[in-house]
């Protein structure tokens, strides 16, 4: 059995920054990938950033490239988000899903584990 946890979640005031970690555990993976999804009440879950946990490749939807910064601890089979100049459109629970193929797309059901999420609120 997989376990994925979120952590770094919380409330901060526009332009200030947070951290999610998001951790693997229950199973070695060779190579795989993590991405981060958002989603609000009412709305699907919106693809963020992913890596490769291998080769290290960064993806990024438009909305925040140049803010978040995605990056890996392959030896710890964690990923991590650096969020800066934060947003109140950023408002979102956050979650974390892993590809086993090592595999990062924007589309959520290509993911087979998910995080429980963690909350990220942004005040203006």
């Known amino acids: 059995q997989v376990q994925v946890v979120e952590s770094g979640g919380g409330s901060v005031q526009t332009g200030g920054s947070l ?3 998001c951790a ?3 199973r070695t993976f060779e190579t ?10 009412g709305k699907e879950r ?12 960064r993806y990024y939807h438009d909305s925040v ?11 710890k089979d964690t ?3 650096q ?3 934060l947003k109140p459109e950023d408002t979102a629970t956050y979650y974390c899903g ?8 924007q589309q959520p059901f290509g993911y087979e584990y998910w995080g429980q999420g963690t909350q990220v609120i942004v005040s203006s």
């Open 19 to 21: 951290r999610l970690s």
């Open 24 to 26: 693997a555990s229950g």
């Open 32 to 41: 795989f990938a993590m991405a981060w999804f958002r989603q609000v009440p």
């Open 46 to 57: 919106e693809f963020v950033a992913g890596i490769n946990l291998g080769a290290g490749g």
């Open 65 to 75: 490239k140049g803010r978040f910064t995605v990056s890996k601890d392959s030896a």
């Open 79 to 81: 990923a991590y988000l």
């Open 83 to 85: 969020m800066n100049s």
């Open 98 to 105: 892993v590809n086993t193929e090592n595999l990062v797309t």
